[in-house]
């Protein structure tokens, strides 16, 4: 089973790698694949380059056996679609390996928005993330995608390799990049946010409004 779990990761924290593990370990996969998108399309730009992010990435998951980067989208011009990078997986992995897409409930409430999303299920499973506050609109194309391709367990994942939709509740870490680039713009440190080594290369390249400096 190969998993992916995309975002815009601006920048990543340990919400985001808790998360990442608790879906690996309720999978019971030995590797989640981090795609940071490169435009994200439903959102202004980012508050750090493309590059940047991967940096900040894989300072982030350094020593982590368990979480992996994917920079495809960052290696293609224009826009990220999940679409595109569904298929072109899908082409790498053949057509019997279950493909599973890890996206939260605040995303999915708008999935009938994506691009070519009707075509999503047909490439991969999608697990959806559950977020306190944010529900399924009633009668939306998300809740009814739910409904009609729920999945019984993790385990269901296995069995073919793509058109289930699972719900998990696991854990979160109430943080968010937007909660982090704020603290940082107002000169406040966001440490035990993120990793230190994430912390100290926000300060060293100025992203977010950061002061050079060693103070934590």
Known sequence: MHVIY??????IHHG??????EIADALAV??????????PPHRGSTGASSEQRLELIQLAIEGEPGLRVDDRELRRAGASYTADTLRQLRQE???????????????????????EWADIPGLAHIVVVKRPG???????????LVRERRADGPEALNSAPCGAVLELDPPLLDISATGIRQRIADGRSPRYLTPDSVWQR???????????AGNF
Do not use: N
């Open 6 to 11: 995309g975002g815009t990761f601006d920048p």
């Open 30 to 39: 030995t590797k989640v694949h981090l795609v940071p998108c490169h435009i």
């Open 202 to 212: 926000i300060q060293a390249l100025g992203l977010y409004g950061a002061c050079p």
């Open 16 to 21: 985001h790698l808790r998360l990442a593990l």
């Open 93 to 115: 992995l053949g057509p019997d390996e279950p493909l599973v897409m890890v996206v939260g409930t605040d995303a999915f409430a708008a999935f009938d928005r994506w691009r």
């Open 134 to 144: 944010s529900d399924l609109p009633v009668g939306s194309e998300a809740a009814r």
